[in-house]
């Protein structure tokens, strides 16, 4: 079972910036795609961005040009950095391991092997 532990969240003025870490433990780490998803009160779950065992990357149109995920398969850390934070980017964000295999259309929730516990994103306007 792989443990997911995420940090970085925080209130942050709009226009502003923050990084998102995210440690695993275990092996499966280097092995398996990994995203970000976040969810707001009101609003449905969605998936921010994904990055693939060998690093390709896909995002939500919302998020297109101000956020980057990455990964360091050595530190078994996987990364978000937002920059140019807007009040509707406020939620409580998640880190996730999906199953092996997967694809960019079956990166759906079902398929998350893990979930870290979550932190909280606050834009101010």
């Known amino acids: 079972q792989v443990q997911l532990v995420e940090s970085g969240g925080g209130l942050v003025q709009a226009g502003g910036s923050l990084r998102l870490s995210c440690a695993a433990s275990?092996?499966?780490?280097?092995?398996?795609?990994m995203g970000w998803y976040r969810k707001a009160p009101g609003k449905q779950r969605e998936l921010v961005a994904a990055?693939?065992?060998?690093?390709?990357?896909n995002y939500v149109d919302s998020v297109k040009g101000r956020f980057t995920i990455s990964r360091d398969n050595a530190k078994n850390t996987v990364y978000l950095q937002m920059n140019s934070l807007k009040p509707e980017d406020t939620s409580v964000y998640y880190c996730?391991?999906?199953?092996?295999?997967?694809?960019?259309?079956?990166?759906?929730?079902?398929?998350?092997?893990?979930w870290g516990q979550g932190t909280q994103v606050t834009v101010s306007s």
């Open positions: 996730t391991l999906f199953r092996s295999g997967v694809s960019w259309a079956t990166m759906v929730s079902r398929n998350v092997l893990s």
């Open positions: 275990g092996s499966m780490f280097s092995l398996n795609a």
């Open positions: 990055i693939t065992s060998g690093g390709s990357t």
